[in-house]
């Protein structure tokens, strides 16, 4: 089974580009996991027949975040953003808003795992949501993951918008402290992965120059001067089922470039 992640940045953008169905059709993916679609389902063009599709979008700012899953195999069961306990638990709201009403996490159910979507909101520059982030939603988010694992693993991926260590950023002490790289940030992963989770990119692979995201400015991307901020985690016990994950940095359309994770059942 083959999945991927991708941050599309406007899926009506990206498919006016032809960016987004050659890829599927390329990679040929059975579930795929899309962030910033910035769109409702009747809004997108796109036609994916072989694909069942479930979005889950933003109900307070349309045109803004959104998350969707396309799969072929239809889900046991669809689910859109926290449960009701895990939000009245971590009060998610801040001063920007409801981010679990901002279409950030879907979740669909199938026989062997949880695949749960994610775009995890940006601390922004002036880090006036690194504490809803670091407070609330990265602690909502793990208690979420392991209550799922409770019943089946849990594969869960998407634009998390943290690069975890100084390999996962070309300018590391450069961008110490700022967005996407505060200790605050890299802490939530760091949790994850105390908890049993698997950063599983990082299991096959080590070393710098692997990114997914880049910035537009200073031909960023043709120098490979990016982030990786995009991510596959998997619970413990199916590290042995997965058998490769890849960056695929050839595919253009967004600022960032999709990821995939191969596993057997």
Same mark, same amino acid.
């Given at each position: 089974?083959?999945?991927?992640?991708?941050? =599309?940045?406007?899926?009506?953008?990206?498919?006016?580009? !032809?960016?987004?169905? $050659?890829? *599927?059709?390329?990679?040929?993916?059975?579930?795929?996991?899309?962030?910033?679609?910035? #769109?409702?389902? @009747?809004?997108?063009?796109?036609?994916?027949?072989?694909?069942?599709?479930?979005?889950?979008?933003?109900?307070?700012?349309?045109?803004?975040?959104?998350?969707?899953?396309?799969?072929?195999?239809?889900?046991?069961?669809?689910?859109?953003?926290?449960?009701?306990?895990?939000?009245?638990?971590?009060?998610?709201?801040?001063?920007?808003?409801?981010? &679990?009403?901002? !279409?950030?996490?879907?979740?669909?159910?199938?026989?062997?795992?949880?695949?749960?979507?994610?775009?995890?909101?940006?601390?922004? $520059?002036?880090?006036?949501?690194?504490?809803?982030? +670091?407070?609330?939603?990265?602690?909502?988010?793990? #208690?979420?993951?392991?209550? *799922?694992? %409770?019943? %089946?693993?849990?594969?869960?991926?998407?634009?998390? &918008? =943290?690069?975890?260590?100084?390999?996962?950023?070309?300018?590391?002490?450069?961008?110490?402290?700022? +967005?996407?790289?505060?200790?605050?940030?890299?802490?939530?992963?760091? %949790?994850?992965?105390? #908890?049993?989770?698997?950063?599983?990119?990082?299991?096959?692979?080590?070393? %710098? !120059?692997? @990114?997914?995201?880049?910035? +537009?400015?200073?031909? #960023?991307?043709?120098?490979?001067? !990016?982030?990786?901020?995009?991510?596959?985690?998997?619970?413990?016990?199916?590290? $042995?089922?997965?058998?490769?994950?890849?960056?695929?940095?050839?595919?253009?359309?967004?600022? +960032?470039? $999709?990821?995939?994770?191969?596993?057997?059942?």
């Amino acid at each position: 089974m083959k999945l991927i992640s991708w941050n =599309v940045n406007g899926i009506r953008s990206i498919h006016r580009k !032809g960016a987004l169905t $050659p890829v *599927l059709e390329k990679m040929k993916p059975d579930i795929v996991c899309l962030q910033e679609t910035k #769109a409702e389902r @009747y809004q997108s063009e796109v036609d994916l027949p072989d694909y069942e599709e479930y979005w889950n979008s933003s109900t307070t700012r349309k045109g803004y975040a959104g998350t969707a899953i396309f799969t072929k195999e239809k889900p046991l069961s669809i689910s859109l953003g926290f449960p009701e306990k895990i939000l009245k638990k971590y009060k998610l709201a801040d001063g920007y808003g409801d981010p &679990n009403a901002e !279409g950030r996490v879907i979740t669909a159910e199938h026989k062997d795992f949880f695949a749960v979507n994610v775009y995890t909101p940006n601390s922004k $520059p002036d880090l006036s949501r690194r504490t809803l982030r +670091h407070k609330h939603w990265d602690p909502a988010f793990l #208690a979420y993951c392991k209550l *799922l694992e %409770k019943k %089946k693993p849990v594969i869960f991926c998407g634009d998390l &918008n =943290v690069a975890h260590t100084p390999e996962d950023l070309a300018n590391p002490k450069q961008n110490e402290g700022e +967005h996407g790289y505060t200790k605050e940030e890299r802490e939530g992963i760091d %949790k994850l992965i105390a #908890a049993g989770f698997v950063d599983i990119f990082r299991y096959f692979t080590k070393g %710098k !120059g692997h @990114y997914t995201w880049w910035s +537009h400015f200073s031909n #960023a991307r043709e120098r490979n001067i !990016g982030w990786r901020i995009d991510y596959f985690f998997v619970s413990k016990t199916l590290v $042995p089922h997965v058998r490769s994950t890849r960056i695929h940095p050839e595919f253009q359309g967004s600022d +960032h470039c $999709p990821i995939s994770l191969d596993i057997l059942f």
